[in-house]
Antibody, heavy 119, light 106 residues
Framework: QVTLKESGPGILQPSQTLSLTCSFSGFSLSTSGMGVGWIRQPSGKGLEWLAHIWWDDDKRYNPALKSRLTISKDTSSNQVFLKIASVDTADTATYYC???????????WGQGTSVTVSS | QIVLTQSPAIMSASPGEKVTITCSAS?????MHWFQQKPGTSPKLWIYSTSNLASGVPARFSGSGSGTSYSLTISRMEAEDAATYYCQQRSSYPWTFGGGTKLEIK
């Protein structure tokens, strides 16, 4: 079955770089039409799409954060990575990764990883 | 970017009552997608491409709409349907979500 799991530092200080890893199983990012994306949700608030990467290495970013985001993948190890540079308190949120299929969209989500930016 | 406005933001319904949640887009989109989220859990794909129920979603749910106006309907509210529902568009970048509709059971 399809599973995804996010991992991150938990807490980091302002101006640092946030590194997140999405480890998945049950599908391959070498399959045409497949992608993995990142979405975040501040506590008690709504969802914000951040970025995603497709099987062919096409990458898309939210322009609101584009200069700070870098997404990459390691197909052989079934992992997708997201880096957010120069974090501040506004980046405090739960970060989710999700499988994306061209046909159905974000059909499987991880459990999320909580990130707190605090000095 | 396309802004999605959901209404109402909060609502409550009695068991058996019909429920309709609307999502208005600032520009025309080809399809609308819906997610259900319960407290402390990750969102779940609920309806994709406007009217297709995701796997395991009860048949009392339906989706409809076109252009800038879309809706999610529950024919008869059940207690397990209490959750927050988000619409989402992926017709153009950046992909955006609506602000959510919190549905409570009376």
């Amino acid at each position: 079955q399809v599973t995804l799991k996010e991992s991150g530092p938990g807490i980091l200080q302002p101006s640092q770089t946030l590194s997140l890893t999405c480890s998945f199983s049950g599908f391959s990012l070498s399959t045409s039409g497949m992608g993995v994306g990142w979405i975040r949700q501040p506590s008690g608030k709504g969802l914000e799409w951040l970025a995603h990467i497709w099987w062919d290495d096409d990458k898309r970013y939210n322009p609101a954060l584009k200069s700070r985001l870098t997404i990459s993948k390691d197909t052989s190890s079934n992992q997708v990575f997201l880096k957010i540079a120069s974090v501040d308190t506004a980046d405090t949120a739960t970060y989710y990764c999700a499988r994306i299929m061209i046909t159905t969209g974000m059909d499987y989500w991880g459990q999320g990883t909580s990130v707190t930016v605090s000095s | 970017q396309i802004v999605l406005t959901q209404s109402p933001a909060i609502m409550s319904a009695s068991p058996g009552e019909k429920v309709t949640i609307t999502c208005s887009a600032s520009s025309s989109v080809s399809y609308m997608h819906w997610f259900q989220q319960k407290p402390g859990t990750s969102p779940k794909l609920w309806i994709y491409s406007t009217s297709n129920l995701a796997s395991g979603v009860p048949a009392r749910f339906s989706g409809s709409g076109s252009g800038t106006s879309y809706s999610l309907t529950i024919s008869r509210m059940e207690a397990e349907d209490a959750a927050t529902y988000y619409c989402q568009q992926r017709s153009s970048y950046p992909w955006t979500f609506g602000g959510g509709t919190k549905l409570e059971i009376k």
